[in-house]
C-alpha cells in the first residue's frame, strides 16, 4: 500500500502496474477509519492491484479530476481506464472488484499453452457452445444475435461464453482455430462456423443435421 505524498507522483504510479485502487480518505471520516485497516491487508492478499492512498483534501487537483464528492471513495483504475467505483465502506463490493482485478492481471499473464488449455476447457464444456458477443439474454452484435436466434429457433441446446469479458479468449480463440471473426459455434469440440456458416445451413434446413440432431 501505496501513501501518495507529492501529487506529481501520481500519474507515475499509475503508470507503474497495469491495475490499481486509489482509496481517496479523509482523517476526519469515521468509516475511512474502517478501511485503514482493510486496505493494508487487501494489498497483501491482492498482490496484482497496487493500492494508493490519497488524502482528498490534500490533492485537491487529483480529487476534482476524479469527481470524488464524498469518501471514502475508491477507484479502480486498469491500464490507465477507470473501470469501477465503490462508495463507502463496502467491503464485500470492495473484494469483488480487487478479485477481478487479480484475476484480469493473472489471465493476462498466462502462457499460449495455458491459454489453448483453457480454451480448449471451454470449448468442451459442453456439446454445443457457442462464443459470442454479449449473452443470449443481451446479444451485443448483430450477427451475434442473428446465430443466437436461429439456434433458438431449431431448439438446438447450447451454452456460451461472452468474449468481451476476457480478452485472452478474444484473441487467442481467433489464433487456436484460425477463424477470425466471432460469432464462432463449436459442436462437440469441433468448429462449425460463423454467423455466414450458421445462416446458409439454416436456410438450406441444414442445421440440425449439420449439428448431429436431426432424428
Not at 102 to 116: F, H, I, N, P
Not at 133 to 138: F, L, S
Request: overall charge negative.
Amino acid at each position: 500500500m501505496i501513501k501518495l505524498n507529492k501529487a506529481e507522483e501520481f500519474i507515475p504510479l499509475l503508470k507503474k502496474t497495469p491495475c490499481s485502487a486509489v482509496y481517496f480518505r479523509a482523517d476526519w471520516c469515521e468509516p475511512c477509519e474502517k478501511l485503514d485497516k482493510t486496505f493494508p491487508v487487501f494489498a497483501k492478499k491482492y498482490n496484482h492491484v497496487q493500492v494508493i492512498e490519497v488524502d482528498a483534501e490534500s490533492f485537491p487537483e487529483i480529487t476534482k479530476k476524479y469527481g470524488i464528492s464524498v469518501v471514502p471513495l475508491t477507484v479502480f483504475v486498469k491500464n490507465g481506464d477507470n473501470v469501477a467505483k465503490v462508495n463507502g465502506s463496502n467491503v464485500p463490493e470492495l473484494k469483488k472488484e480487487f478479485e477481478k482485478l487479480q484475476q484480469d492481471v493473472a489471465k493476462s499473464s498466462e502462457s499460449r499453452d495455458e491459454l489453448y488449455k483453457r480454451l480448449d476447457s471451454i470449448i468442451n464444456q459442453d456439446r454445443f457452445v457457442l462464443f459470442m458477443k454479449g449473452t443470449p439474454e443481451a446479444p451485443r452484435c448483430g450477427f451475434s444475435r442473428r446465430v443466437v436466434g436461429m439456434l433458438q429457433k431449431n431448439k438446438v441446446p447450447f451454452s456460451s461464453f461472452d468474449i468481451l469479458s476476457d480478452q485472452n479468449v478474444r484473441q487467442g480463440l481467433k489464433e487456436y482455430k484460425d477463424w477470425k471473426t466471432y460469432p464462432q459455434l463449436y459442436a462437440e469440440g469441433e468448429l462449425v462456423g460463423g454467423c455466414d456458416i450458421i445462416t446458409q445451413l439454416d436456410e438450406d434446413d441444414a442445421l440440425l443435421e449439420e449439428l448431429g440432431l436431426e432424428e
